[in-house]
């Protein structure tokens, strides 16, 4: 299977990163008042298709995409109910297993929709599981850096090594159930999750060619 990004670790003499551990907490939710997190435009691009379509992937090379890949991406409400959030999430698993992508990550910009949702493969866990992450922040760095060889399903042609991605990473997300999860990744696995949250902040790899 083609792999949009390797990786290999860049062994250094730097600082280990401490270990701090996982911890699950829940956050109370205010279902009263529903508000859909998607603009009217928005709901129409996802409902266009049905949940087993994948959308189309917005390309650098093109001006209109560009632009909004180049934009800074708004929170979503973690919400079960909302179908909107849903059919976005798989039809985002859909796009990124697509046989014209096989990515190993999509963020919801790559889709046309600026909000903060992003989907990972964890090859960091058995059978390499795509996991949907909501508002992603990284909270903490390792100084170990790993180098990479990456790409982008929104980048046609360029690929290349980026030198400064953390070896590890400590980053907390909302489930769609509002699940409030902190959890530390390494590896592989951490260049993906810094490459799909540099999306919600307009960046893109070869931004740090
Ligand atoms: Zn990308």
Redesign the pocket.
Known sequence: MKKVLFCRVLLTLSTLFILTGCGISKKPSNNQHYVSSFSDSEIRLIMQQDSSKPMRVLQTDRTNDSLLLRTISTEVKPDVNDPFLSTLIKRMLRTVKDSASLGV???AP?VGILKRVILVQRFDKESNPFEVYLNPRIVKYSNMKQECREG????PVIKGITKNRAYAIMIEYFKPDNTFVTEMIEGFTAVIFQ??ID?LDGL??FDYL
């Open positions: 990550g999509i963020a790559q982008c399903l929104s980048v490459h799909e999306h893109l790899f």
